[in-house]
């Protein structure tokens, strides 16, 4: 499984094509290199994931909901599914190409910031990234909550 470190920009052309920064095709090897990208569900940003933890991601979903029988798991899961697209970078520039109608979905245009968070990556319009992160003083104070201290 990929561990994705670190922060990097890149431009997304009028095509929705965009190069994928080395430090993350690196991260996955050579033989792995399809990623799953959607919507994400709270904030105004992409997610893409390796192949390989897609598939764990989706599988933890779909595991508590019943497919069969139940008509709002059934909604839920083509809501959820929706607009998720599986690309491979492309050989020569290690490009990868984002639907128009998924880059709107979370507000990209130009500028985009790659967040590795690492299992995934998130892809933010250059603009937006500052609102999906705590400020010092929210880190903090979670940081608190998460060790029992409050």
């Known amino acids: 499984m990929a561990g994705f470190f670190g922060k990097y920009s890149a431009k ?28 994400d569900m709270y904030s105004n940003c992409l997610e893409m994931y390796t192949r390989q933890e897609w598939a764990i991601m ?19 899961w083509r809501t959820y599914m929706s607009g998720t697209i599986a690309v491979t970078p492309d050989a ?19 500028e985009v910031v790659f967040l590795c968070v690492d299992y995934k990556v998130e892809i933010w319009a250059k603009e937006e ?6 400020s010092t003083e929210e880190f903090r104070l979670m940081g608190k909550k998460l060790s029992g201290r409050i």
Do not use: M
Request: charged share 30%; hydrophobic share 40%.
């Open 12 to 39: 997304i052309d009028d095509k929705g094509r965009v190069v994928i920064p080395s430090a993350i095709k690196n991260a996955v090897p050579e033989d792995q290199q399809e990623f799953v990208i959607r919507k």
């Open 92 to 110: 020569k520039l290690g490009r990868i190409t984002i639907p128009e109608e998924i880059l709107k979905a979370a507000g990209i245009s130009k």
């Open 129 to 134: 990234i500052s609102g999906g992160t705590l």
């Open 58 to 76: 989706s599988q933890a979903v779909r595991s508590k909901l019943d497919l069969a029988f139940d008509e709002d798991h059934i909604r839920y």
